[in-house]
């Protein structure tokens, strides 16, 4: 018997979506926002804002009182790439819907950091430049942030490319807190701070504690994941299929344009007066190949 009705935050639809590594794991964001009902969530290294917009989307969805805060200076990074300002501008626009329970700043997180409060956090998430160092760092910055019962999220945790060193420092602290993990979507690793599980709502310890209620809620998410990626690429094969429609109607536009002009030259009675000089200038040229 499944677990979900259909109903469940699992199948929200989003509504915004970009080209973003988090994709897969929109679904799950829905889901824990809607059962941890947290008062504040941060988030460091936000982009587009994929899994930020995802946890505004559930609030006002659920009827939620959480508050949250992106944090991202926006310039990127080697591994993310340099963002041009339309990045910025893009999150900017879509941050106007939430408003009211949403807010940004934009600085490096260690200096944003120094604006929140100590133990006020129960949600974060840390998806900043992906090295060991850089992610242990922020880490250490968040963790005066975080209640005793917070719970954080860390991106990339199977990301095994170069330069990437998220799995490291994961693989470090799951000795020290009740952690999950999903494999897919490059890796997203939960970390649950306090060993008290009584501090966390019944849906949460039966995330942690329970293998075929995590493992249910695992299956699906990936599958809703994996429909939103392919929904975001075919639209995105849509976007590209009719810019390229489009040049294609112009250069033929264009061919019957300049068709409709050589006959034009062609019909002329400048066209046929000077017909005499075009054949000795023809006439020359063959003259010139013979003798050179």
């Known amino acids: 018997m499944s677990i979900f009705s259909e109903h469940d935050p699992i199948f929200l639809e989003p509504q915004i979506t970009r080209e973003s590594a988090w994709l897969e794991h929109i679904p799950f964001m829905f889901w824990i926002t809607n059962a941890l009902k947290p008062k504040l969530f941060v988030e460091l290294g936000v982009h587009y804002g994929v899994s930020f917009f995802a946890f505004c989307q559930a609030v006002v969805r659920f009827g939620l009182t959480s508050k949250a805060i992106a944090i991202d200076n926006w310039i990127g990074d080697k591994q993310a790439g340099y963002f041009e300002n339309n990045v910025f501008e893009d999150f900017i626009k879509n941050l106007n819907s939430y408003s009211s329970m949403a807010s940004y700043i934009r600085a490096d997180f260690d200096k944003a950091l120094i604006e929140i ?148 030259v062609f019909s002329s009675n400048s066209w046929k007066l000077t017909g005499w000089l075009r054949g000795i200038i023809r006439i020359m040229r063959k003259f010139k190949k013979k003798i050179s």
């Not at 005793?148 to 990301?159: A, K, R």
């Not at 000795?175 to 649950?192: D, K």
């Not at 310890?205 to 209620?213: A, G, R, T, V």
């Open 117 to 264: 409060k100590n133990e006020s956090v129960d949600f974060a998430h840390i998806d900043g430049f992906h090295s060991y160092d850089a992610v242990k760092s922020d880490f250490e910055n968040i963790f005066p942030k975080l209640k005793s019962n917070g719970v954080l999220l860390f991106h990339d945790t199977h990301e095994k490319a170069e330069g990437y060193g998220v799995y490291r420092f994961w693989d470090e602290i799951k000795g020290r807190y009740h952690t999950r993990e999903f494999s897919f979507g490059h890796g997203l690793g939960i970390a649950f701070l306090s060993t008290d599980l009584s501090l966390y709502p019944d849906e949460i310890k039966s995330f942690i504690l329970d293998d075929e209620y995590f493992n249910s809620i695992s299956a699906q998410v990936m599958r809703q994941g994996k429909l939103i990626s392919q929904d975001f690429n075919i639209q995105q094969l849509e976007i590209t299929k009719k810019i390229y429609t489009n040049e294609i109607n112009k250069l033929r536009s264009d061919l019957i344009k300049y068709d409709y002009m050589l006959k034009d």
